[in-house]
């Protein structure tokens, strides 16, 4: 599996981003989608994760009701929206491919990752 991250960007703070996530090689469907983030001298988290058919989703406490994760898999895709960006939310953030059949939430539990894309959030 591939997958492509796109969306980043510079922001100021109360702005709003979609992150987006193609992904190739493997049947979509059947993957547990995620997006993480890093930032500096930060250990990487994970943030928002979508199950099959995004029948389920997870939300890291401190993005609850400000991001929404979804997936399009007649587009093999993932997205993050983002609203109300606060600087804490400055990060790289990753998308994550998972084979499990639960949702995963754990750094260990995805199998495949994309390359960053940078959100900067300005206050």
């Known amino acids: 599996v591939q997958l492509q991250a796109s969306g980043g960007g510079l922001v100021q703070a109360g702005g709003s981003l979609r992150l987006s996530c193609a992904a190739s090689?493997?049947?979509?469907?059947?993957?547990?989608m995620g997006w993480f983030r890093q930032a500096p001298g930060k250990e990487r988290g994970l943030v928002a994760a979508?199950?099959?058919?995004?029948?389920?989703?997870y939300y890291a406490d401190s993005v609850k009701g400000r991001f929404t994760i979804s997936r399009d898999d007649a587009k093999n895709t993932v997205y993050l929206q983002m609203n109300s960006l606060n600087p804490e939310d400055t990060a790289v953030y990753y998308c994550?491919?998972?084979?499990?059949?639960?949702?995963?939430?754990?750094?260990?539990?995805?199998?495949?990752w994309g390359q960053g894309t940078l959100v900067t959030v300005s206050s």
């Open positions: 994550a491919a998972s084979r499990g059949v639960s949702m995963a939430t754990l750094s260990n539990d995805y199998d495949y």
């Open positions: 090689g493997r049947t979509f469907s059947r993957l547990i």
């Open positions: 979508i199950g099959w058919g995004g029948r389920s989703t």
